[in-house]
């Protein structure tokens, strides 16, 4: 089952990027391309998000942790992909962005969803898992064992790795498969 066209499409309608942009750069959220927020982080190409959120395939009533939450974008349409019976926990390890992000995300009306700090050596959100999908948005080298254990079986992560976009899925039984899907740049997730 996949997150479907009008579910997805229903979620960039609800949030538009323009709202999470900083000010001098709103005029350019129909831009499809990655747009700098600060702190050498950016806001996701349109395209890339949507094709990471078609491969997580978020339902309603899900869990899920956005790692990398920068300007809070993706967490509010990770959070309307959920409705209110779910959960979204976005983390950022840029403090300012943290601030950044919550602002924007509280203007969205989806208080299942936050924005945490991310906590100075440790991936993802551990305290809280197991999440039923997982979206990074940034650039690994290898494929982290940390965000393999914190999805739920079954359970589905979207990762950009070396340069290629995976989709790991875990089966009910927490056995792992792994495949790519395109070619991606993203900032280093650290």
Sequence with gaps: MDAGPDRVAAAFAACPRARFLPA????R??????????????????RTVEAMLRLLEVRPGQR???VGSG??????????LTGPAGTVVGVEIEPELVRFGADHLARTGQPWARIAPAVEGVLGWPAQAPYDAILVSAGARALPA???????????????????????????????????????RFVPLR
Aim: charged share 20%; glycine share 14%.
């Design 146 to 184: 940390e965000m393999v254990d914190q999805l739920a079986a079954p359970g589905r992560l979207v990762i950009p790795v070396a340069g290629w976009m995976l989709l790991v899925e875990k089966d009910t039984a927490g056995e792992v498969r792994t495949g790519r899907h395109g070619s991606y």
């Design 29 to 46: 959220a129909d831009f499809d391309g990655p747009i700098q927020i600060g702190h050498g982080q950016t806001c996701s190409q349109p």
């Design 71 to 80: 300007s809070g974008w993706t967490t509010a349409l990770l959070a309307h």
């Design 64 to 66: 899920v942790l956005d």
């Design 24 to 27: 001098g750069q709103q005029r």
